[in-house]
């Protein structure tokens, strides 16, 4: 008995072993599979001594509110019941992390369709609704098909801001958006070392995150900050925050110069801002066409650069695509069929026809994240992930000092007027758009590129060179990867299609 048990023990083993040598040449092949486009660092980094902070690094490690802007909060909250006004801080919180955008009547209709088909009600109308002649157990349907509209659609609603809910936001918001606003921004900085901008505008501005970000990274370059809020205690209390203490009795007592609060966006056209900004405000406007009447101001007033920022969850990704294809697509038809219309002759001023500014003004290019202006391709890979990063930040306690590392997801879009060229050195370097996969001598990186493409790619020290895999292991989510652009070709790549899985190499 005992031989037959051996000799079936050593068959099993040998299967075992077979397996794992056909599992181990399959893995040889599969890292064999890594396109030359990976295989080369980016020439301007061939005499970098330290890898830790290569140029394609744009995420700061932890970001802290401004000394400054601490000590005003501290002052601010003194005498507010701070303990008491938490908990509404984190409701607060969590509700606007949740924001949707507000259903249009045509998709209210269609749901309340496909719910009274469920419910066995032909042919729902707005008549059929508020009718009081119905027969009992049609209305019973209809009653039924209304409740589950409550439940299961999204009921927008505008936040009124009032002096507690500000103070309660201020709690909640503060920090992190200034640390995402500072992020933003910050690559801008880093990129066009350059570019330094003479005005701002900013719309939403709230408590002035985005103009404290502004002003620790171009400081008094700045002169004028056009800062835009419907809430007059909003802005009561971003001057309060702005306010030097030493100089409380003095006409011109603000931190930051030139900043000028106002309720409605400006109506003259021909001013313009080199720094225009939108943060967490586009889920704020009550419909589609507000959204893009305000896209379209914005675009207009910006001069360089229009910044949006919104909360990294599929309802933010999906409203700055809707930015995206509007600003870089619809806009320019837009006005291609206004001056076609309007009869627009050669020769003709524009002003005249009422014409704002030349077509041409209104062309632009995405400037981050993306290295394309190609559709999004994480809206056809099926994934159902957003394109989103994340921030580490340094939260404030319950007396406004800052304390605890906390971290936050967002999305943005950078878009640049102009056609695309190649200003700056990353201009072609592609996105790390997933979690970098530190690995046994090899690193995992899922990146979008300047094709358009999603890709994941291994990298090792023996087949791509030390300089890369260096830069790959000290870099992280959201940083660009410094790769050698191939020469008129394209990259060939698989798409990934899940967070945290591998698919293919590239």
């Known amino acids: 008995?005992?031989?037959?048990?051996?000799?079936?023990?050593?068959?099993?083993?040998?299967?075992?072993?077979?397996?794992?040598?056909?599992?181990?040449?399959?893995?040889?092949?599969?890292?064999?599979?890594?396109?030359?486009?990976?295989?080369?660092?980016?020439?301007?980094?061939?005499?970098?001594?330290?890898?830790?902070?290569?140029?394609?690094?744009?995420?700061?490690?932890?970001?802290?509110?401004?000394?400054?802007?601490?000590?005003?909060?501290?002052?601010?909250?003194?005498?507010?019941?701070?303990?008491?006004?938490?908990?509404?801080?984190?409701?607060?919180?969590?509700?606007?992390?949740?924001?949707?955008?507000p259903l249009e009547e045509a998709g209210l209709r269609a749901k309340a369709q496909e719910y009274a088909r469920i419910q066995g009600v032909e042919d729902l109308d707005e008549e059929m609704l508020y009718s009081h002649d119905l027969p009992k157990d049609r209305k019973k349907k209809v009653s039924s098909v209304m409740n589950t509209l409550r439940r299961h659609v999204y009921h927008w609603q505008p936040i009124t801001y009032d002096e507690v809910t500000v103070c309660a936001y201020t709690l909640a918001r503060i920090a992190p958006n200034y640390a995402t606003i500072y992020r933003v921004l910050q690559e801008i900085q880093k990129r066009l070392p350059d570019f330094s901008p003479q005005n701002l505008l900013d719309f939403g501005s709230g408590i002035g995150t985005a103009s404290w970000a502004a002003h620790t990274l171009w400081g008094d370059a700045i002169k004028e900050f056009y800062c835009v809020d419907t809430s007059r205690p909003m802005h009561d209390v971003a001057e309060a925050l702005m306010r030097e203490q030493e100089a409380e009795n003095e006409e011109n007592n603000s931190i930051i110069k030139g900043v000028y609060f106002r309720h409605f966006l400006p109506m003259s056209l021909q001013k313009k801002y080199d720094l225009?900004?939108?943060?967490?405000?586009?889920?704020?406007?009550?419909?589609?066409?507000?959204?893009?009447?305000?896209?379209?101001?914005?675009?207009?007033?910006?001069?360089?650069?229009?910044?949006?920022?919104?909360?990294?969850?599929?309802?933010?990704?999906?409203?700055?695509?809707e930015a995206r294809d509007f600003i870089l697509n619809d806009l320019q038809r837009e006005e291609n069929r206004n001056e076609t219309g309007r009869g627009v002759a050669r020769g003709v001023d524009r002003g005249e026809l009422g014409l704002a500014e030349d077509s041409t003004n209104l062309v632009g290019h995405v400037f981050a994240p993306c290295q394309h202006d190609q559709s999004c391709p994480r809206t056809i890979d099926n994934s159902g992930t957003p394109c989103n990063f994340e921030q580490d930040f340094h939260d404030f306690n319950k007396r406004g000092h800052s304390?605890?590392?906390?971290?936050?997801?967002?999305?943005?879009?950078?878009?640049?007027?102009?056609?695309?060229?190649?200003?700056?050195?990353?201009?072609?370097?592609?996105?790390?758009?997933?979690?970098?996969?530190?690995?046994?001598?090899?690193?995992?990186?899922?990146l979008c590129c300047s094709n358009g493409q999603l890709e994941e790619t291994i990298?090792?020290?023996?087949?791509?060179?030390?300089?890369?895999?260096?830069?790959?292991?000290?870099?992280?989510?959201?940083?660009?990867?410094?790769?050698?652009?191939?020469?008129?070709?394209?990259?060939?790549?698989?798409?990934?299609?899940?967070?945290?899985?591998?698919?293919?190499i590239d």
């Open 459 to 504: 990298i090792t020290r023996a087949k791509h060179g030390r300089e890369l895999y260096r830069c790959a292991r000290y870099s992280a989510w959201g940083d660009l990867l410094p790769i050698s652009r191939p020469q008129d070709s394209d990259v060939p790549g698989r798409q990934t299609d899940s967070e945290g899985e591998h698919s293919g």
């Open 403 to 446: 304390s605890e590392l906390t971290r936050e997801r967002f999305c943005y879009l950078v878009l640049r007027k102009g056609p695309r060229t190649s200003v700056d050195n990353t201009d072609h370097w592609p996105r790390i758009v997933r979690p970098v996969l530190p690995r046994a001598r090899h690193v995992i990186c899922r």
């Open 276 to 321: 225009t900004i939108s943060a967490y405000s586009l889920l704020e406007l009550p419909s589609s066409a507000d959204r893009l009447n305000t896209l379209r101001t914005l675009w207009r007033k910006t001069d360089q650069f229009l910044v949006l920022v919104e909360c990294g969850t599929n309802e933010g990704y999906k409203t700055l695509m």
């Open 1 to 101: 008995m005992a031989a037959p048990m051996d000799s079936m023990f050593r068959l099993l083993v040998g299967k075992r072993k077979l397996n794992f040598i056909g599992l181990r040449s399959d893995l040889k092949r599969w890292l064999a599979t890594v396109t030359n486009y990976q295989t080369t660092v980016d020439d301007s980094l061939t005499e970098l001594k330290t890898f830790r902070k290569h140029p394609g690094i744009m995420r700061p490690k932890n970001v802290k509110l401004p000394d400054a802007l601490l000590q005003n909060l501290n002052q601010y909250l003194a005498d507010k019941p701070v303990k008491q006004l938490k908990p509404r801080a984190t409701a607060l919180g969590n509700y606007l992390w949740s924001r949707q955008q």
